[in-house]
């Protein structure tokens, strides 16, 4: 077993919830502060912030404090040991099939 597997149970467990999975989302987009954060949901404050901890403990999301303001950002490459972890279990025949649709792309002559 790949020494990463550790990293993408992390993962999988960080994005298991809908809620977290909706912060990653929004964090794909650009920084937020927390309060920007929890507009959209319906928890009190401290509830949004357990599941930026969980975020944050899995590697998914970083957060730096300025004053009283926390600014929580979307780890660059965080989501990169799920897409090499989801190439790994491809099956041959779907590697195969790639395989012959760049051979057809590159091979096929272009229509005008």
């Known amino acids: ?38 507009e959209p949901f319906a928890m009190a404050l401290p509830s949004l912030m357990q599941h930026l901890r969980i975020l944050e ?4 999301v970083d957060s730096e404090k300025h004053g009283r ?16 972890w989801l190439g790994e279990q491809r099956t041959p025949a779907e590697n195969q099939a790639d395989r012959l649709g760049i051979h057809l792309a590159l091979t096929t002559p272009k229509e005008n």
Request: net charge neutral; no cysteine; hydrophobic share 50%.
């Open 69 to 84: 303001i926390r600014t929580v950002t979307l780890r660059p490459g965080a989501l990169d040991v799920l897409h090499l």
């Open 57 to 60: 403990d899995a590697g998914v």
């Open 1 to 38: 077993m790949p020494k990463y597997h550790d990293d993408v149970d992390a993962v999988l467990r960080a994005l298991a919830d809908p809620t977290r999975r909706a912060v990653v989302e929004r964090l794909a987009k650009s920084p937020a502060v927390v309060s920007e954060l929890a």
